[in-house]
């Protein structure tokens, strides 16, 4: 039972990070929902690795924690380029970007 209740805030985690990177036009925002995804994966990783009584849930997951941090560097130096560029961070301006 309480499996079923780990992989249901994982459900609702998951939709509102969906929810957050298509709705939003701000740029940070889309980063905070996309480590809203992140972290649905990894509640689903440990709840199965509970589950099975297996460590190789734990281990995923904490190569998807690692993973995470890198994309959170890498997103946060390109949104703090774009606004030294740009003076603002909206994704409807980014659109001009090209060539």
């Not at 190569?63 to 909206?90: D, H, K, P, T």
Request: charged share 15%.
């Amino acid at each position: 039972m309480l499996t079923v209740q780990f992989l249901l805030l994982a459900a609702i985690l998951f939709a509102i990070g969906v929810y957050g990177v298509l709705a939003r036009k701000n740029a940070v925002m889309v980063l905070m929902s996309i480590e809203l995804i992140l972290n649905a994966v990894n509640l689903n990783l440990i709840a199965f690795a509970n589950r099975l009584q297996s460590i190789d849930g734990n281990t995923f997951a904490l190569y998807v924690i690692a993973i995470a941090a890198a994309e959170v560097g890498v997103g946060l130096a390109m949104v703090l380029l774009i606004f030294r560029n740009r003076r603002s961070i909206a994704l409807d301006e980014l659109s001009e970007m090209k060539g």
